[in-house]
């Protein structure tokens, strides 16, 4: 076993609440006392500066990168490694950098005209009408996409205690929903503001 296979091991021990298997090159090393609850095979591990940076930021793109497998129930895994959380490395400074590494306009600019502006046929494709482009809410099992986001936003009002005549300003309002519903149920104005063209 090499150093960084060493170390990763050692890091991941931190996290023995509840008995898992860490697979690593076909390797199994048990963590935590007692039968194991759920394995987790790293197909690669994460870069040491990624997990000392954010560890749920490391570890959650890993897995989104298919670098991490979990071997039995997802979501008791997910509860562990959740649980505890006061164990997860988080260097705020370095993470600030990552999460705000567009430091000029122009930069920004670039980067929301890359993503947003590659027509908006593609994002009709898997977004409901209200082309709203984050989570919705689902208040039933059975509502639609579109359903979820219409109680999104008016949840979101509700909150804002509108009324006629107001002017609702949204920094980056993406296609503008939340302003148009804004406007028809409350009567208020709406002002967008998006660096995108096609938005």
Same mark, same amino acid.
């Given at each position: 076993?090499?150093?960084?296979?060493?170390?990763? #091991?050692?890091?991941?021990?931190?996290? +023995?609440?509840?008995?898992?298997? !860490?697979?690593?090159? %076909?390797?199994?090393?048990? #963590?935590?006392?007692?039968?194991?609850?759920?394995?987790?095979?790293?197909?690669?591990?994460?870069?040491?500066?990624? !997990?000392?940076?954010?560890?749920?930021?490391?570890?959650?793109?890993?897995?989104?990168?298919?670098? #991490?497998?979990? =071997?039995?129930?997802?979501?008791?895994?997910?509860?562990?490694?959740?649980?505890?959380?006061?164990?997860?490395?988080?260097?705020?400074?370095?993470?600030?950098?990552?999460?705000?590494?567009?430091?000029?306009?122009?930069?920004?600019?670039?980067?929301? $005209?890359?993503?947003? +502006? #590659? %027509?908006?046929?593609?994002?009709?494709?898997?977004? +409901?009408?209200? !082309?709203?482009?984050?989570?919705?809410?689902?208040?039933? =099992?059975?509502?639609?996409?579109?359903?979820?986001?219409?109680?999104?936003?008016?949840?979101?009002?509700?909150?804002?205690?509108?009324?006629?005549?107001?002017?609702? $300003?949204?920094?980056? $309002?993406?296609?503008?929903? !939340?302003?148009?519903?804004?406007?028809?149920?409350?009567?208020?104005? %709406?002002?967008?503001?998006?660096?995108?063209?096609?938005?």
């Amino acid at each position: 076993m090499n150093l960084v296979d060493h170390e990763f #091991i050692k890091y991941m021990s931190r996290f +023995d609440d509840c008995p898992f298997t !860490l697979v690593l090159h %076909g390797e199994r090393h048990q #963590i935590g006392e007692g039968e194991p609850a759920f394995s987790v095979v790293f197909r690669q591990i994460p870069k040491v500066k990624e !997990l000392m940076t954010s560890t749920s930021l490391a570890l959650g793109e890993a897995y989104m990168d298919g670098d #991490i497998q979990v =071997e039995g129930e997802l979501y008791p895994a997910l509860r562990h490694f959740m649980g505890q959380m006061g164990k997860f490395s988080t260097d705020t400074k370095a993470l600030g950098k990552l999460m705000f590494s567009s430091v000029s306009k122009r930069n920004q600019k670039k980067e929301v $005209c890359s993503h947003y +502006d #590659i %027509g908006n046929d593609f994002y009709r494709l898997w977004l +409901d009408e209200t !082309l709203s482009y984050s989570c919705g809410y689902f208040k039933r =099992e059975e509502d639609t996409l579109y359903e979820a986001q219409c109680n999104k936003a008016d949840r979101i009002l509700k909150k804002l205690y509108l009324k006629e005549g107001m002017t609702v $300003c949204d920094i980056g $309002c993406g296609w503008g929903f !939340l302003l148009l519903r804004a406007a028809k149920k409350y009567k208020v104005r %709406g002002v967008g503001i998006t660096l995108s063209r096609e938005q």
